[in-house]
């Protein structure tokens, strides 16, 4: 039924992208297995949906090629390749019903209409629409729609399902519910998800592996794990929620094996972390998240502050201050604190990772 | 105080306020310029000079120098369309895709600020026996049929029909391309289809109903061909259009009356045309021509 039935791994070898002399996606270079669903991250501009469009056959490569196992197929038209691809818009077609959707893809193909009949109903029940089968796309809720676009995608038995910010024009809510729901269909496909994407939380939950871009290029490739505990550069620990960035003075290094433990002083005061980069001359950056951070007593090691908002979260206090020479800090804290009181605020060193500070 | 809603909050329900009240010039206009006209024309029609009510519907029917316009002016009028239309659609698919599509576009729209006739008398200049083109064509040896000729006959007036028909189907039709989002043909192109199959299965359908009013517009404009008959057909034979015959009986024959019966035996024929597209555009799709939520 599908020549690609049995692949085993989608590899891009220096994919890149120009527009005129920008260059959109510089040598993109990954291997994904069959069963993993992969996120490209980035802020919007970083190159995440060139590279989708890239493997898609939408966008011809200007650099470098793609390969499922060892058949290349960056040469083939979009229409060859049997990709499944969920536009950020849906893109369904208006004027044909939900089931003639699901079903465009298998009719391109000539499935006789008796074999194609159950592949449609199993991919409508997939996304559990088979009350809405016989509606127009725009007789349905933007979640449904998506859920149309889902299945229309799935209905051909892609090798690769590549969707683009497919989430984004749904609400808060459905969105969560459609991340689980887009979680649960790729793990009963067993095929390969692309997902792309500019909303960490959204990479971190679906993801078994996580490619962040920026400008073009790859900043980092990891699980969503190695992402969120140990970002390999100061503007990804800046996107995964490493919301103080302390600047200061390098004025210690030991080399352990895997990290360089430094400590960065602020004025009399000193903090003791570990380096994600190599760092060179005296300035650094200490990166800490803010539930990292605690109020320590006086001989310990940390910085002082002045609390200058307080607001209440629930579960603890959300508190923001800033140090003597001016840096802002964002830490939790269990009790309401006196705005204008002077705070010790310390981070346990394998919370605290420096980056270069130039 | 009164339960009832005040009579203004009333009528501002169902749609009347002050803003209504812009409406009247224009539908005063309408009225004076368009409507009163026409009702006229069609009271003046059923006022034959021989005194009975249909006497000018009779006379035009029995008179196969009369009946024979619509015959000619469709021969003339549906084929244009249809070709216009033919070449509207591929171009404006290209052009849709450009970067210099204002370029282009204006390029293509520039025969219509020229008018019919300097069209015409461009076209006698240049396909007229002692025009670059007939001249050429004698040169290398293929203008010696003898009868050859491109002026003062039907395709002098089909040419200039089409030039100074297409822009404005292809500006309708453009308008209509470009609403289509462009993600629909890459849906299909990822779902396998090709690119006759995404024009036939996504295109075509959600571009009909455009296509329907396109062909109305574009037909009802070719239809009153006047100038153009005149100057590049043969006035009195086979260009002898409906509206020459209504020309000559309101200012040749003086029989304002028997004018205005043609003039409505035209409308007619319009109507019948228009309607039956439109009827045909019923069938069709007229959703939003959009993938889903923008």
Not at chain 1, 247 to 262: D, E, H, K, W, Y
Not at chain 2, 186 to 204: I, K, N, S, W
Request: glycine share 10%; net charge positive.
């Amino acid at each position: 039924m599908n020549a690609n039935a049995s692949f085993k791994t989608l590899r891009l070898d220096q994919v890149g992208r120009d527009f005129g002399a920008m260059h959109a996606l510089r040598d993109l270079s990954f291997e994904i297995a069959r069963g993993e669903f992969v996120a490209l991250l980035g802020p919007s501009g970083c190159g995440k949906s060139t590279a989708l469009n890239c493997i898609a056959g939408l966008l011809p490569t200007s650099h470098g090629s793609i390969w499922l196992d060892d058949r290349r197929i960056d040469t083939l038209a979009s229409e060859d390749r049997g990709f499944g691809m969920v536009f950020q818009n849906y893109a369904l077609f208006p004027h044909m019903s939900v089931r003639d959707n699901v079903g465009f893809g298998l009719r391109m193909r000539r499935v006789p209409a008796t074999q194609a009949a159950p592949r449609i109903e199993r991919a409508i029940a997939t996304v559990q629409l088979e009350a809405q089968a016989h509606k127009l796309p725009g007789q349905l809720s933007g979640g449904q729609q998506q859920r149309v676009a889902i299945a229309r995608a799935i209905a051909i038995d892609p090798p690769l399902v590549l969707m683009d910010e497919p989430l984004s024009n749904l609400d808060a809510k459905l969105r969560l519910e459609m991340r689980a729901e887009i979680r649960r269909i790729h793990q009963g496909l067993g095929c390969i998800t692309i997902y792309v994407t500019h909303d960490q939380d959204e990479a971190l939950s679906l993801a078994d592996r996580i490619v962040v871009l920026r400008d073009g290029a790859v900043r980092q490739i990891g699980t969503p794990q190695e992402l969120y505990a140990k970002p390999a550069h100061l503007d990804i620990a800046d996107f995964m929620g490493f919301r103080n960035q302390l600047r200061g003075t390098l004025v210690q290094q030991n080399a352990f094996p895997a990290n360089v433990s430094v400590g960065l002083q602020f004025g009399d005061s000193t903090l003791f972390g570990f380096t994600r980069e190599t760092v060179s001359g005296g300035q650094a950056v200490a990166a800490i998240r803010p539930e990292d951070m605690q109020i320590v007593g006086a001989g310990e090691a940390g910085v002082d502050a002045i609390v200058d908002a307080i607001e209440y979260r629930g579960r603890s206090f959300f508190a923001s201050a800033h140090m003597k020479d001016g840096q802002k800090l964002y830490f939790a804290s269990a009790d309401r604190l006196e705005l204008g009181s002077v705070v010790r605020l310390g981070a346990s060193p394998q919370h605290v990772l420096v980056y270069s500070g130039a | 105080m009164s339960d009832a809603p005040a009579l203004r909050t009333r009528l501002a329900a169902r749609g009347f306020d002050g803003i209504t009240l812009l409406v009247l010039p224009a539908a005063l206009l309408i009225a004076g310029l368009f409507i009163y006209p026409f009702a006229y024309g069609l009271y003046l029609s059923f006022r034959p000079k021989d005194g009975s009510v249909f006497g000018n519907y009779l006379k035009f029917i029995a008179d196969p120098y009369l009946y024979e316009t619509i015959g000619r002016t469709l021969w003339l009028a549906l084929p244009v369309t249809l070709l216009n239309l033919f070449f509207a659609v591929p171009v404006a698919f290209r052009v849709r895709l450009m970067h210099r599509q204002r370029l282009l576009t204006t390029i293509l729209v520039l025969p219509i600020t020229l008018g019919t006739v300097l069209v015409a008398e461009g076209m006698l200049n240049y396909f007229g026996p002692q025009g670059w083109f007939m001249r050429s064509l004698h040169l290398i040896g293929l203008a010696n049929f003898g009868s050859f000729r491109l002026v003062h006959n039907y395709w002098g007036v089909f040419i200039s029909l089409i030039i100074t028909g297409f822009p404005f189907t292809f500006l309708l039709t453009l308008s209509y391309v470009t609403g289509i989002d462009p993600a629909l043909e890459q849906a299909a192109a990822t779902l396998g289809a090709r690119a006759m199959e995404r024009f036939r299965a996504v295109f075509l359908p959600l571009l009909a109903p455009g296509m329907a009013i396109t062909f109305c517009l574009s037909f009802v404009q070719a239809y009153a061909v006047f100038p153009s008959a005149v100057l590049l057909g043969q006035a009195s034979g086979e260009t002898r259009v409906i509206s020459i015959a209504a020309y000559q009986a309101a200012f040749e024959q003086y029989d304002y009356s028997m004018a205005s019966a043609i003039a409505m035996i035209m409308a007619a024929v319009q109507l019948v045309i228009v309607t039956a597209v439109l009827a045909l555009r019923a069938l069709a799709y007229r959703g939003p021509a959009g993938g889903g939520k923008g």
